[in-house]
């Protein structure tokens, strides 16, 4: 089982607020990294999958970089709003067919 | 958008019971899983399935546990003696390479009683 690390745990932001988060992985057996954003209730919904050290992804007001020689990713929300309150996912895929989970970051956004 | 569809969305069984836990993977993918999550824990992977075989499964996916794709549409998981530690959220994912994204199902929550 590899250890896939996610901080902070929970994050409170007021509205208009940029943030960001972390995700730790072993750089060893890397095939690629992925972000998904939860909400409650509903089911996880995939936000980037990253695989070249140096990537970086962009998707309206999200955006993901990724160092595969250190082993972290990071998610950044310009402008926080309510609706990106979720929980964010980061998940590191080997060269197997699975993904091993961090615990993810609880995001608040308060208006 | 298409979308994964599980069913039920909760099921409560006895300690012993068999359960089938269903699901419906956007039918143009070619990779389906099972992940679940126990509650505070993180979601661990429980079975990937390729070309109509398991590809892959972990540590949890013990002699209780199969899943089954009996109709070309339908991916069922199925656990045939349930214990209290299986009670978790369990979540269908299916996607249509192995690079991509997953899309994951809004999961059935299992409660084992």
Redesign the interface.
């Known amino acids: 089982i590899l250890n896939?690390e996610q901080s902070p745990q929970s994050l409170h932001v007021q509205e208009g607020d940029s943030t960001n988060f972390t995700c730790s992985f072993p750089s060893s057996n890397f095939?690629?990294l992925?972000w998904?954003r939860w909400e409650t209730?509903?089911?996880?919904?995939?936000?980037?999958?990253m695989?070249l050290n140096g990537d970086e992804k962009k998707k309206g007001r999200i955006s993901a970089t990724l160092n595969t020689k250190e082993g972290y990713s990071y998610l950044y929300i310009k402008g926080s709003q309510p609706e990106d309150s979720a929980t964010y996912?980061c998940?590191l895929?080997t060269g197997?067919?699975?993904?091993?989970?961090?615990?993810g970051t609880r995001l608040t956004v308060i208006p | 958008e298409p979308e994964v569809t599980q069913t039920p969305s909760h099921q409560v069984t006895q300690m012993g019971q068999e359960v089938i836990l269903r699901c419906v993977p956007i039918s143009n993918h070619l990779y389906f899983y099972w992940y679940r999550q126990i509650l505070g824990q993180k979601v661990e992977f429980l079975v990937s399935f390729y070309n109509n075989e398991i590809s892959e499964k972990s540590e949890i996916f013990d002699d209780q546990f199969s899943v089954e794709r009996p109709d070309g549409s339908n991916f069922t998981l199925k656990i045939r003696s349930t214990k209290l530690e299986d009670s978790a959220m369990y979540f269908c994912a299916s996607s249509d390479d192995r690079v991509g994204g997953y899309t994951f199902g809004s999961g059935t929550r299992l409660t084992v009683v």
């Open positions: 896939v095939y690629a992925h998904y209730a509903k089911s996880p919904e995939a936000l980037f999958v695989t996912l998940a895929q197997a067919n699975n993904l091993f989970f961090g615990t």
